[in-house]
């Protein structure tokens, strides 16, 4: 079982910061990529960053210059910092790992529980 479990969300006005976290666990092998999504009321998910396994990093249009995704290999952690929020920005943050399970060759996509993110003054 791989579980990946996402924390840091909350209320902030516009302009503020928030720092989500996920954190893997279970019987995982290899992380390779990872992903934070969110998805907005009556909208799709859309891909908001991703970070590989060497740590290459790419980012939505929209958060460039004003997200950074990292991890932490040994910590089977990633993490979202979010500066200069803005209210469309209010949504459900989704975590994304592509994970090789212990004892497996293949690789398999998981998502976590997601956390809410509200920009509002």
């Known amino acids: 079982q791989v579980q990946l479990v996402e924390s840091g969300g909350g209320l902030v006005q516009p302009g503020g910061s928030l720092r989500l976290s996920c954190a893997a666990s279970?019987?995982?092998?290899?992380?390779?990529?990872m992903r934070w999504y969110r998805q907005a009321p009556g909208k799709q998910r859309e891909l908001v960053a991703g970070?590989?396994?060497?740590?290459?990093?790419n980012y939505a249009d929209s958060v460039k210059g004003r997200f950074t995704i990292s991890r932490d290999n040994a910590e089977k952690m990633v993490y979202l910092q979010m500066n200069s929020l803005k209210p469309e920005e209010t949504a459900v943050y989704y975590c994304?790992?592509?994970?090789?399970?212990?004892?497996?060759?293949?690789?398999?996509?998981?998502w976590g529980q997601g956390t809410q993110v509200t920009v509002s003054s």
């Open positions: 994304n790992a592509d994970v090789v399970p212990a004892g497996s060759l293949s690789e398999y996509r998981y």
């Open positions: 279970g019987s995982i092998f290899r992380i390779n990529a």
């Open positions: 970070i590989t396994s060497g740590g290459s990093t």
